[in-house]
């Protein structure tokens, strides 16, 4: 079976959604040292941790985005060398989804 596929709007797709990801991401960042400075008595402990949990979620977020770009990249090539009836595979969507 053919693929029918334009590797163009994939990558278009592609870097659009990454940008609107990645600008979330950034916007979550320069909103942290705000929190962490904030002086609540016995809640400044969990605003640090929230803050630190944040961080996490952020890094781990812009290593994804950047790993499946990379995935996607490998799957279109595969796709534009061969018959357009393979594409490869997300091997880290893979695991995350089993």
Do not use: F, K
Request: a negative charge.
């Amino acid at each position: 079976m053919t693929i029918e596929l334009d590797p163009l709007a994939v990558r278009r797709a592609w870097l659009n959604g990454a940008a609107e990801g990645s600008i979330g991401l950034g916007a979550a960042d320069r909103c942290l040292p705000g929190a962490e400075g904030v002086n609540m008595a016995g809640l400044t402990g969990c605003l640090v941790d929230a803050a630190d949990a944040l961080r996490n979620v952020a890094v781990t977020g812009r290593a994804l985005i950047y790993e499946l770009g990379e995935q996607m990249e490998d799957c279109l090539d595969v796709w534009e060398a061969t018959d357009h009836q393979t594409v490869g595979q997300l091997h880290a969507l893979e695991d995350a989804l089993s």
